[in-house]
């Protein structure tokens, strides 16, 4: 199993340009999550997702949105990137909401993504 | 909405255990407490989840004192690889509920 895949890893935008994270997870999980993490710093929740179809708003929603059309992906989209979403963005994704400890939520490793 | 509270960094010898406290005082009656472990350049990795009490595994130990206001992971026989930085998440399991990483406590082993 590959566990949590993200795609890509690395990715340098101009400022205004658009682009999609793309998630997917072989677990059949029905929860997943998108986070960012910036230096020095924890991750923040920006959009969840209770199963295909649904997504609702994390902590730190605001210029990005979210797809889930197929139970195995959840897509992160930035419609006009901004430097301020220069970050690092992981996805994860749980059999319970939050992960149970025997199910606990599994991360990729990330995508870095700098915007000019 | 339970934040946590854990020293920024802390250091050790290959060897030693290792004892992370993360103050919660708002912790709820539903609110569980994890813990994950992140290297550089990878996503976080679970390990440990606890209640109440004392909860142990292969890797760590979890101690919650009964006012649930604190929690300690305890690593026994810190390696180098054991380098990563440790986050304490409280949260409600069934009822989704905003839930912080925090800025985690960065261990550092030295040989």
């Known amino acids: 199993n590959a566990g949590v895949t993200q795609t890509p890893k690395f990715r340098v935008l101009k400022t205004g340009q658009s682009m999609t994270l793309l998630c997917a997870q072989d677990m059949n999980h029905e929860y997943m999550y998108w986070y960012r993490q910036d230096p020095g710093m924890g991750l923040r929740l920006i959009h969840y997702s209770v199963g295909e179809g649904t997504t609702a708003k994390g902590e730190v929603p605001d210029g990005y949105n979210v797809s889930r059309l197929k139970k195995q992906n959840f897509l992160l989209g930035l419609e006009s990137a901004a430097p301020s979403q220069t970050s690092v963005y992981f996805c994860?994704?749980?059999?319970?909401?939050?992960?149970?400890?025997?199910?606990?939520?599994?991360f990729g490793d990330g995508t870095r993504l700098s915007i000019l | 909405l339970a934040k946590t509270t854990q020293p920024i960094s802390m250091d050790s010898y290959e060897g030693q255990e290792v004892n992370i406290t993360c103050s919660h005082n708002n912790i709820a009656t539903n609110d569980y407490i994890t813990w994950y472990q992140q290297f550089p350049s990878q996503g976080p990795r679970f390990i440990i989840q606890?209640?109440?009490t004392k909860v142990t595994n292969e890797v760590a130990s979890l101690f919650i004192p009964a006012d649930r206001k604190s929690s300690t992971l305890s690593l026994p026989r810190v390696s180098l690889s054991d380098t990563a930085v440790y986050y304490c998440?409280?949260?409600?399991?069934?009822?989704?509920?905003?839930?912080?990483f925090g800025s985690g406590t960065k261990l550092n082993v030295k040989p």
């Open positions: 994860a994704s749980s059999y319970t909401l939050q992960g149970a400890s025997n199910q606990p939520q599994h």
């Open positions: 606890g209640y109440k």
């Open positions: 998440l409280v949260g409600d399991l069934y009822n989704f509920n905003k839930f912080y």
